[in-house]
């Protein structure tokens, strides 16, 4: 049985999809001024370079932009996907059990059940130093 319903795996994948969306769109939005509409390459410039993927070109070059701490969200937000595809989503990666559809679909990259959430933010707290 798979542990997500249909329907909410339909919604954390519509909403992972629109986060990375969001997210390539912020880097997009920082590294390229909005005056910039003008092509920047020449009709001669696509001789020589034949018929390289394009997209994967522009993909590559946005994540050269990306922050560090954007790149992790990317990361996450690729491995939610990845889990959610193959069916891995809404177990807890530390004590396999269900981690509840509510916070899921709050949290769609939550990869610990919140037990385990909360015994990880503990020990970080605890290594730290109290941070409130
Ligand atoms: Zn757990």
């Known amino acids: 049985m798979p542990p997500l319903s249909q329907s909410v795996s339909e919604q954390l994948k519509a909403s992972l999809h629109q986060a990375r969306m969001d997210l390539l769109e912020t880097v997009r939005g920082r590294t390229e001024s909005p005056d910039d509409e003008a092509p920047r390459i020449g009709p001669l410039a696509h001789q020589g370079q034949s018929d390289d993927a394009p997209q994967a070109e522009m993909l590559s070059h946005n994540?050269?932009?990306?922050?560090?701490h954007e790149t992790a969200l990317l990361h996450e937000i690729d491995v939610a996907i990845g889990k959610l595809e193959a069916g891995g989503a809404g177990i807890c990666e530390s004590c396999g059990r269900d981690i509840p559809e509510a916070r899921l679909l709050?949290?769609?990259?939550?990869?610990l059940c919140i037990e385990c959430q909360?015994?990880?933010e503990h020990d970080r707290h605890i290594g730290r130093g109290p941070s409130m």
Request: hydrophobic share 35%.
């Open 118 to 120: 909360q015994e990880l």
């Open 106 to 111: 709050a949290t769609p990259t939550v990869r």
């Open 63 to 68: 994540e050269q932009h990306l922050a560090d």
